[in-house]
Structure formats: structure tokens, C-alpha cells
């Protein structure tokens, strides 16, 4: 019987050794070689042409390389490449429950993504990581949102100030969700649940965040009329609380302020100047998209002169699309305006009518590009894409390659090597990753592949799902993602937490 084994055995042995061969025999796993490269590190100097050696995860040598016996090569055509794109402000939460190989956020060359914006996140932190973890594309890190924890703690009843007894509920919640590696506090003050916070209470919030080293995140309480104060409140808010203070997709949100960004930046920049700790980002569109409710800020919801002014002030009701309504979805699609002719009434009714059944996802074409173009030139201000799987804004498939392909290439706004600053190295400082957003040895290996002539976006208002041209290669973690305008399946991403 024993001897009758033994053969077994031996073949089983073998297999054991067969499956560690490229460790245990040859002493070395294999890399991999990207020759003829133009590489674009991240920091803001111009491109080079060099090789790059990945061994794991790691970039292990940059420079001219000579190929070894150990290394698998790729050859990158003199494309450009960059560290993969970091995305502060990101809508995925549920996205990548659903869809963890991330096709519309790796196809624009995102590897890197944050969770929990504007006030909303998934809550408690730890249940959604371990939900995420090993079946992910791209690596993700997250917010605590004010919102999650006041709706924690006061459940419907949000529409007042919150009690000392209350924040100082909330404020336990960030910490604990601090310690489970929030990366600091969002807020969407413009927004139901946050609407009736005051300063102070947004003051004792952050202070649990700084307490961890997190910054302050914000979707202003308001980005019309009253931008200028808000901004104000934010710094503020950061100053007392004594952290660092991030203005979620700064902008001039209606025709009432628009050309007033010089003033916005007036006011980051003398509070920088002041030693004081502020920086921004943007999304590369002239429309935001949100809930149809923002466009009434006194909350009068059926008082037909404040709609009225609320759809004169973003341009009219033909600037204003309805992208999702579960009341009407036939609705869906059609401007305020269309659907008033369609039903031969006004668009102030079909405003209030809306609202009435629950409310709708609506894109508004409300702002100026020499704003957009005025915030981008500024060397604090990042781009994000506010976007995410599923969006019904093209802002979720198509931000990066558009800042690339018509801000840098077509409109000549800033160099490239300045786009992919604002992309990588400058969300990282940010965010304090010490390992991501750039090219240099011992770096995670998040590698974005373009063609710089080509880069582009595609995604449109009416298709706002299509993928982006010119972007070859994706690798998250030294594993390839995207190739050749598809998805390779992998899941190499990781769970940053905040420590
Ligand atoms: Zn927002």
C-alpha cells in the first residue's frame, strides 16, 4: 500500500515545488519592463523619455533600463505615461457594490477614487470596506459625511439646529469613523439634511476630524448668490477647527455671479497667503447636476414667484434637464420647458408639481466657462469629477480625458504636465497618500498609458456612458485593468485608510 504511493507522492511534491518555482527556484519574481515611455511623473516638470520597472505592486527603477532575463516588456510607443489619475470627490459608493471592475472610472484613467462627498457616506465605514475589499478595480478611500451622522442621530427631524447633546453625538460618530480610516469630514450644506447646520456645529464636527488629522471637505452651503459668504464659512470653520480646508467643485453656480470668480479667488488666495491651509477642486463642465430642489434656495417649494426666480436666475427653464424622476419618468430627458409644452402649462408648475411627488435628478446649464477656465488656471484648484459609475452626468465617464483632450490640448489653458499635476501628485499631497500620485521608485504602482494626441472625452449629456478615446493602458497596484478600450476584469485595488 505505502509503496503504491509513493509515486503519488512524488508527483505531488513535484506540484508543490512546480507552483513555487518562481520564487523558491529561480529567486526572483518576474517584472515588468514599460520601455519607450513619455513619462509625465506628476510633480510638474516636463515629460521625459525613460523605462520604468515594476517588481509587485512597486515602481522599482525609472531611467534608461536594460532589459533582464526576469522581465516581461511592454512596449509604450513613445505614449505618454502618468501616475494613475486620483479622484477626491466621487459618487461610486453603491456603483462599486454593483460594478467593482469600475469600466467608466479606469476607462478615463481614475485608479484611485474617494467616497462619501457632499455630506453622504456609507456609514459605518468598515461594513462598506469589507464589503469592497479584493473585488475592486481601483483603490478607494473615504469621507464620513456630515449627513450620514446627523441623520444618524437626529433621523428626520434634520430641518433645525442640532442640540449640544446632539453634536456632540455626531461629533462621537466621526471619531469612530476616523479611527476606521475616514480620510476627513464632507459636508453638503446646500443640501435637506445639512441645510440647517450652523457654523458652530460644522466647527465642533471638524474638530473630531482634526483630531485625526483629516481635513475639511465641502459642498458650500451655497454656490449662487451667497458663494461669497459661504466660502467665507468655510474657512472659517477650518481655521477654528484647526484643519485643512477642501471646496468641493468650486464654481459660480448662476447667471447672477457669473464673472465673480476673481473675487472667490481672492479670498482663497489671501487666506493662503495668511499661512492658512485651502485648496479646491473642479469638474471640467459648464453644468452641474444635482436634486431640482437646490435650484429654490429659500425652500418655498410651492411659492410661485420664488421658482420663478429660481428658474430666471440659472437662464430659464430650457437650462434645466430632468435625468431621473421615479414619479415621471417620462419626464426624464426633457428639459422643464419641454415638458411644460408637452403638457401645455407652465414650467413653475411642473417645478412644483415634481417636488410634490418626490422630487428629481436634474443637470443645469447654468454656469460660464471664463469661470471654469478662471478656477482651473489656479494652481490649488484639482480636478474631480463630483461623477461615478452610473452617472447621468458625462462628468462620471468623462472628466480626466476632457481636462487632457479640450482644456489642455484643443484650448491650450495650461500644460500637460500642469493637468496631470492636478490629477495625481496634488490630490495626494492633499489626502496625505505618501505611496500614490507619482512617478518615482518605491511608488505604488498606479500607471495611466495615453495618447496625447488623442486623449478625449465622449460622454455626452444625452449619452452619458460613453467611454473616453486614447487612453491604452491602466494599471492599479502593477496590475492591468484597462487595455485597449476594455476592461481586463482584474480587481488589484486596495482600501486606503487614513492613519
Ligand atoms: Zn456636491
Known amino acids: 500500500m505505502f509503496t503504491s504511493l509513493k509515486p503519488l507522492f512524488c508527483i505531488f511534491l513535484f506540484a508543490v515545488i512546480a507552483a513555487f518555482a518562481p520564487i523558491s527556484v529561480v529567486g526572483q519574481q518576474r517584472s515588468t519592463l514599460i520601455v519607450n515611455a513619455d513619462i509625465i511623473d506628476g510633480s510638474g516638470r516636463p515629460a521625459f523619455r525613460g523605462d520604468i520597472r515594476i517588481k509587485g505592486d512597486r515602481i522599482v527603477k525609472i531611467g534608461k533600463l536594460k532589459r533582464t532575463a526576469d ?15 486620483i479622484d477626491i470627490h466621487n459618487h461610486s459608493e453603491s456603483g462599486l457594490l454593483k ?15 474617494f467616497v462619501g462627498p457632499d455630506g453622504g457616506s456609507p456609514y459605518p465605514i468598515d461594513d462598506y470596506f469589507l464589503n469592497l475589499s479584493g473585488k475592486v478595480a481601483v483603490n478607494v478611500g473615504a469621507f464620513i459625511g456630515h449627513a450620514s451622522v446627523r441623520e444618524a442621530v437626529m433621523k428626520n427631524d434634520y430641518t433645525r439646529k442640532a442640540t449640544d447633546d446632539e453634536i456632540k453625538r455626531m461629533a462621537e460618530l466621526v471619531d469612530l469613523s476616523m479611527r476606521q480610516g475616514a480620510f476627513g469630514l464632507s459636508s453638503g450644506l446646500e443640501y435637506d439634511v445639512g441645510f440647517s447646520a450652523s457654523t458652530e456645529e460644522m466647527v465642533a464636527l471638524a474638530r473630531a476630524a482634526a483630531k485625526y488629522r483629516g481635513i475639511y471637505m465641502t459642498h458650500m452651503r451655497d454656490e449662487e448668490e451667497g458663494m461669497l459668504d459661504a466660502l467665507r464659512e468655510s474657512i472659517r470653520i477650518g481655521r477654528e477647527a484647526k484643519l485643512p480646508v477642501q471646496i468641493s467643485h468650486i464654481k459660480m453656480g448662476n447667471r447672477n455671479v457669473w464673472g465673480k470668480s476673481a473675487e472667490a479667488i481672492a479670498i482663497v488666495e ?31 417649494h410651492d411659492d410661485r414667484s420664488e421658482v420663478e426666480r429660481g428658474l430666471s436666475n440659472v437662464g430659464g427653464a430650457d437650462k434645466v434637464l430632468v435625468t431621473s424622476c421615479s414619479a415621471h419618468r417620462d419626464y426624464e430627458g426633457k428639459t422643464l420647458e419641454q415638458i411644460a409644452a408637452s403638457k401645455n402649462t407652465t414650467p413653475v408648475d411642473v417645478y412644483i408639481q415634481i417636488v410634490k411627488d418626490g422630487g428629481a ?8 466657462e471664463a469661470d471654469v477656465k478662471a478656477f482651473y488656471e489656479q494652481p490649488w484648484v484639482m480636478v474631480s469629477s463630483d461623477g461615478g459609475i452610473g452617472s447621468r452626468h458625462p ?10 483632450g479640450r482644456f489642455v490640448r484643443e484650448n491650450n489653458w495650461f500644460s500637460l504636465e500642469e493637468a ?5 501628485s496634488m490630490p495626494a499631497a492633499r489626502l496625505r497618500l505618501k505611496d500614490r500620485g507619482s512617478i518615482k521608485k518605491g511608488m505604488k504602482a498606479d500607471l495611466v498609458l495615453f495618447d496625447k494626441n488623442k486623449v478625449i472625452d465622449r460622454a455626452t449629456f444625452a449619452e452619458p456612458q460613453t467611454f473616453s478615446e486614447g487612453i491604452r493602458s491602466v494599471f492599479v497596484n502593477g496590475v492591468r485593468v484597462w487595455s485597449d478600450g476594455k476592461i481586463t476584469g482584474a480587481t488589484p485595488g486596495s482600501i486606503l485608510r487614513r492613519h
Not at 436634474?362 to 460660464?368: G, Q
Not at 496631470?420 to 495625481?424: A, H, I, Q
Open 99 to 113: 460594478e467593482g471592475t469600475a469600466a467608466n472610472q479606469v476607462s478615463q484613467g481614475i485608479t484611485t477614487l
Open 361 to 368: 435628478g436634474v443637470v443645469c446649464n447654468s454656469m460660464n
Open 395 to 404: 462628468r462620471g465617464t468623462g472628466t480626466f480625458t476632457r481636462v487632457l
Open 270 to 300: 489671501e487666506a493662503r497667503r495668511s499661512g492658512f491651509d485651502v485648496t479646491a477642486d473642479a469638474y471640467p463642465y459648464t453644468a452641474w447636476a444635482s436634486t431640482i430642489t437646490v435650484l429654490v434656495p429659500s425652500r418655498k
Open 420 to 424: 496631470v499635476r492636478k490629477m495625481s
Open 71 to 85: 522581465d516581461d516588456v511592454i512596449d509604450a510607443g513613445g505614449f505618454v505615461i502618468a501616475p494613475g489619475f
